[in-house]
């Protein structure tokens, strides 16, 4: 995704007080009694699967992929690597990262070297709309939260296509707009509504049959979005939040970002939506 200020700030904020976010991370690892040498793809679950259902949402879209080992995968907008990093483990495949933040990138890349999954992903600073990978030299490609910061929904399936082998999937899974109600901001995605570009489910299918692709299926995962939640905040009422969680990547925003997704997905204004396309 373009590279500027408001975006890189929008994600970089909580960073603001200097702090290594890796470091970060170990810290909240320690307070719950996590040994340092001993860090698992597992344990990093609480944080760097930053988009609505975390893991769990990831598996599920994972599992309806043809992930075999050895197949190759692409990830747009990684964050801090831990789709790529399911990925690796859960299946076998070798993945590109590819992110716009330079810290998010830096964290992903000694994180994944720490769980000892350095020999299955590489990761690179870039732009979502020209990834640094061959053309058609990838198997899958995934977009997890990362369409709602990109204006231009042709260029970013184009960009997906054209890294994609013939026959290859492409797998989104994006906060759509579902209704007419109101999001208010600011929202884990963007600071303000001139940040956010939350598009239509039609507006996607548009822009996936523009670059040759066909729709082998969709699901609406607003129903699930909002049992999570309703999960996680049972969770927090009884325990406190958590050390480790996406909370060190939003900053002190963090409840009211949280607060202003859930309004909107109980409105009915906004859902996640999966989408998987196939390339002609």
């Known amino acids: ?32 009694g ?65 992110d716009m933040t330079p810290a998010y990138i830096g964290a992903a890349q000694r994180l994944t070297e720490l769980v000892g999954l350095g020999d299955k992903i590489r990761f690179h600073i870039g732009d979502a709309l020209n990834p640094p990978v061959a053309p058609e030299s990838v198997d899958v490609v995934t977009l997890l939260h990362v369409g709602m910061n990109i204006p231009d929904k042709s260029a970013l399936f184009a960009a997906a296509a054209s890294r994609l082998r013939p026959g290859g999937t492409f797998a989104v899974y994006d906060v759509m707009r579902i209704g007419d109600g109101d999001i208010a901001y600011p929202a884990p995605w963007a600071s303000t509504a001139e940040m956010s570009h939350v598009a239509r489910p039609e507006q996607y299918r548009a822009a996936a049959e523009a670059a040759g692709f ?7 995962r607003g129903a699930f979005a909002v049992e999570f939640f309703t999960r996680l905040a049972a969770r927090v009422a ?3 939040p958590p050390p480790l969680g996406v909370n060190l990547l939003m900053g002190e925003t963090a409840g009211a970002k949280i607060q202003n997704m859930v309004g909107a997905l109980k409105s009915g204004a906004i859902a996640p939506v999966e989408m998987i396309l196939t390339k002609s």
């Open 1 to 32: 995704m373009p590279e500027t200020p408001t975006i890189s700030g929008h994600y970089t904020g909580a960073l603001a007080d200097g702090a290594d976010l890796t470091q970060k991370i170990i810290n909240a690892l320690n307070a719950l």
């Open 34 to 98: 996590v040994d340092q040498t001993a860090i698992t793809p597992q344990d990093l679950k609480p944080v760097d699967e930053f988009h609505i259902g975390g893991a769990e949402a990831t598996r599920a879209l994972l599992d309806q992929l043809p992930l075999t080992p050895g197949a190759k995968l692409l990830d747009l907008g990684c964050g801090l690597g831990g789709t790529a990093r399911q990925a690796a483990a859960a299946f076998g495949a070798e993945v590109e990262g590819v």
């Open 214 to 220: 066909t729709l082998s299926a969709t699901r609406d």
């Open 238 to 240: 009884e325990t406190g």
